[in-house]
Nanobody, 118 residues
Framework: VQLQASGGGLVQAGGSLRLSCAASGIISSLYDMAWYRQPPKKQREWVAGIISGGRENTAISVKGRFTISRDNAKNTVYLQMNSLKPDDTATYYC?????????????WGQGTLVTVSS
């Protein structure tokens, strides 16, 4: 199983980026998907999630600016990030997770760096 994240980069405050995370080796429609981020010298935090049924949610800190979506046919989850702020600077990680018979199956992408300049 591999999760390949992409789309990070350097952007000015107020700008936009779209992150993608493509999975191989799994049937992504069976998994809940999420994005996490880890700012420099801070702990990893949850940013947004979308369950296998399609319902989504985002952290309060990014609500109204970030949107998570998924394309099961492409085994891909996206994070559209608008109105970016310097505080959004972090390495962003995608996560695919499901629970089967009480056991958690979880996979992480390698991370993609987002840097927002002021």
């Amino acid at each position: 199983v591999q999760l390949q994240a992409s789309g990070g980069g350097l952007v000015q405050a107020g700008g936009s980026l779209r992150l993608s995370c493509a999975a191989s080796g799994i049937i992504s429609s069976l998994y809940d998907m999420a994005w996490y981020r880890q700012p420099p010298k801070k702990q990893r935090e949850w940013v947004a999630g979308i369950i296998s049924g399609g319902r989504e949610n985002t952290a309060i800190s990014v609500k109204g600016r970030f949107t998570i979506s998924r394309d099961n046919a492409k085994n891909t989850v996206y994070l559209q990030m608008n109105s970016l702020k310097p505080d959004d600077t972090a390495t962003y990680y995608c996560n695919f997770r499901r629970v089967v018979l009480g056991r958690t199956q979880e996979f992480w992408g390698q991370g993609t760096l987002v840097t927002v300049s002021s």
